[in-house]
């Protein structure tokens, strides 16, 4: 294997490196993981390890993975090398969580991400130590991780659904700035006479947008709230600040999280497989994937202006630019010849 992904293994490198300023050794099984990855579709150490193209037995290469992922990345790295990836400007950013089950261990990730092509840009993460809903200390602590390490990145709302709710929270998010784009849930209440939501906005119907009269407190801040019903018949109250169009509209990228995930997941490199629960592995795991994941988005958005992508009758692309890229990366990888390398090559500048 190491004749075949060679040729690729030191210009990635070399792309790689400023980004990330690691020891030469662990960026080279930090490359040949990035790979390895994207070749196989799995996060699957032992799987991996007749991928990566790194010298050694079978029995070698395997324990060089298990120390990898031992190692915790200097907190920043990733965050900072993924906004490069985003214009200039304010962001949109998205709280979500991921979680899932390993035996009787609970996974679960509080993740921040950026609105970003259909596709959120994962950012930053904490592995809760249980398996339930994050509590506000948690996404205080993450939020803030983020604006001290990204100090000049600008940030004009956050995105939630209604899990991520309560007083301290919202206070939190007010005092950094940060305006909330935040569903509500049904038993929110709001104003002086902490009336529920669904009260104020009865009678609602599909496809109408009501908003009430004039701000009002929050969880504690002063915000706008809006109601509107979809064909589905569910109800999306939302808590926001300035005009209601644009927020319902960037209320609607919060489904980028979920794209995300699945990515990560079923429709990519199948997170879930890892046997690995302690958080700093798995953390270390979702930085790889993570670059994983950048490379092919930011190659389908390459081919997909370049070649016309079939759209299906509900408006949606027959492909993702995400699956588009890692099927095209995928295939040059598994059939090395000196064309594909050529071809590999091209694209190496666009990541780096």
């Known amino acids: 294997m190491k004749s075949r992904s060679r040729p690729l293994h030191d210009p990635l490198q070399t792309a790689l490196r400023s980004a990330f300023p690691l020891d030469a050794r662990r960026l080279a099984v930090f490359t040949a993981l990035v790979l390895a990855v994207i070749q196989a579709r799995t996060v699957v150490l032992y799987t991996l390890k007749t991928h990566v193209a790194l010298p050694g037995s079978l029995t070698a290469r395997y324990q060089r993975l298990v120390r990898f992922v031992q190692f915790s990345f200097p907190d920043g790295l990733f ?7 985003l214009p200039d400007g304010p962001v949109d950013l998205i709280l979500d969580r991921t979680n899932w089950r390993l035996g009787q261990q609970d996974v679960n990730i509080l993740l921040l991400s950026a609105v970003w092509n259909g596709f959120s840009l994962p950012l930053m993460w904490t592995l809760l130590p249980h398996g339930g809903a994050s509590d506000s200390r948690a996404r205080e602590s993450l939020v803030a991780r983020f604006l001290t390490l990204c100090p000049d990145q600008p940030v004009r709302c956050l995105l939630a659904d209604r899990e991520f709710i309560g007083r301290h929270w919202f ?14 849930p049904a038993r929110a209440t709001i104003g002086a006479h902490r009336l529920p939501v669904w009260a104020v906005f009865k009678n609602l119907q599909v496809g109408e947008i009501r908003v009430w009269r004039r701000q009002t407190l929050i969880y504690g801040v002063s915000l706008r709230v809006a109601a509107t019903k979809n064909a589905a018949g569910e109800t999306l109250y939302l808590a926001y600040r300035g005009p209601v169009g644009p927020n319902l509209r960037r209320y609607a990228q919060r489904w980028q999280a979920e794209n995300l995930h699945a990515a990560l997941k079923t429709r990519g490199f199948n997170l879930e497989d890892t046997g690995l629960t302690r958080a700093e592995r798995v953390s270390t795991l979702l930085t790889v994937v993570s670059v994983a994941f950048i490379w092919p988005a930011v190659t389908g958005e390459l081919l997909a202006a370049r070649t016309a992508v079939q759209i299906k ?11 588009l890229g890692l099927d095209h990366l995928q295939d040059l990888l598994l059939h090395p010849s000196p064309s594909s390398w050529r071809t590999l090559l091209t694209l190496m500048p666009r990541f780096e």
């Open 171 to 184: 206070c939190f998010l007010d005092q950094h700035g940060i305006a909330p784009c935040i569903r509500l």
């Open 79 to 85: 965050p900072r090398f993924a906004l490069s990836f």
């Open 313 to 323: 009758s509900h408006g949606h692309r027959a492909v993702s630019v995400f699956r």
